[in-house]
Nanobody, 114 residues
Framework: QVQLVESGGGLVQPGGSLRLSCAAS????????MGWYRQAPGKQRELVAT???????NYEDRVKGRFTISRDNAKNTAYLQMNSLKPEDTAVYYC????????WGQGTQVTVSS
């Protein structure tokens, strides 16, 4: 069983930056593919970025070049650095851990507005 706790969301102006963190409980964090998803009001949850246990990354096209996913296995934590934020990035951001099973965090709100 893995518990995921996101933090770092908030209100930011367009062009600003935020760094989301996802702290995982339990052992064997390093074997999980970690991912960040987001869900805007009235829309389906969508993939933002993933990082495999080997460190391979994958990004949704609209965030490429602006967002960076990373992980620190020693701290059982995954991160999402978000730069050049746009109003359309506004959503609840969810952390995901996946191997044989899949786990989700409770989400953290990101609002990009002037």
């Amino acid at each position: 069983q893995v518990q995921l706790v996101e933090s770092g969301g908030g209100l930011v102006q367009p062009g600003g930056s935020l760094r989301l963190s996802c702290a995982a409980s339990g052992s064997r964090f390093s074997i999980y593919t970690m991912g960040w998803y987001r869900q805007a009001p009235g829309k389906q949850r969508e993939l933002v970025a993933t990082i495999s246990s080997a460190g391979r990354t994958n990004y949704e096209d609209r965030v490429k070049g602006r967002f960076t996913i990373s992980r620190d296995n020693a701290k059982n934590t995954a991160y999402l650095q978000m730069n050049s934020l746009k109003p359309e990035d506004t959503a609840v951001y969810y952390c995901n851990a996946r191997s044989m099973y899949e786990y989700w965090g409770q989400g953290t709100q990101v609002t990009v507005s002037s």
